[in-house]
């Protein structure tokens, strides 16, 4: 390559899987009465029924190859994804995805950042866009990059929905509804997404891989912050 050519940016193919994530913590969010009481089983009703909205035609021109327009396989995985993130570590769900070294040595990076180090969010988010960009660079297989990838997409785009929820044109975000205390001071638990993620994908009864593991983020964030997980 010559020193003057410009690399030509590589995009994670499953970027869509974290916008889509964000369009189901809206919907998710959006159905739950702050006052009432926070159950798993509302939840894993909620989240599957965004599932199978996602089979509307706008979404299935743009992303729903990933999609089954089916409640019951939905509403099996998230319950299915649940269970396995309140039994096991990410260290006991990447054996069970049977990850090689590589593999979980990104899943551990992705989940890991701002442990060791004081970070705020938007350094947090560019910690992860590196670590994707690493992911995308590797030598793995498309099939081993997948589920880091899918990751990596969760965890960034999760970050971000805590960062629009704090911008000044979002300052009445749903979230806010169902904290306590001030919004910028909540320590959103944007790690759930990924852990929830991970055992989505590797449980997903019948979805899949991709649908598997947006279900499974989604159900995990929502009830990380009403103080379930």
Known sequence: MQENEKKVAVMNPYDVVGKVHNKGMDFVLSKLNPDDEAKYEKITELVSQFLVELTSKEEQENSSNFIKDDFVYGYIAVGKTFNLVAINSIVELNKMAAFNEKQACFIN???????????????TLKVLMNIEEQILASDLTPEEKQIPLIVASITKYSVKYYLHALSSDCASHKIADFIDGDLSSFKFPWKADGKGAIAGAIGGIGTGVVIGAIGGAIGSSVAALLGLG
């Open 109 to 123: 990076a992705l989940l890991n950042v701002s442990d060791k180090l004081s970070l705020d969010y938007e350094g």
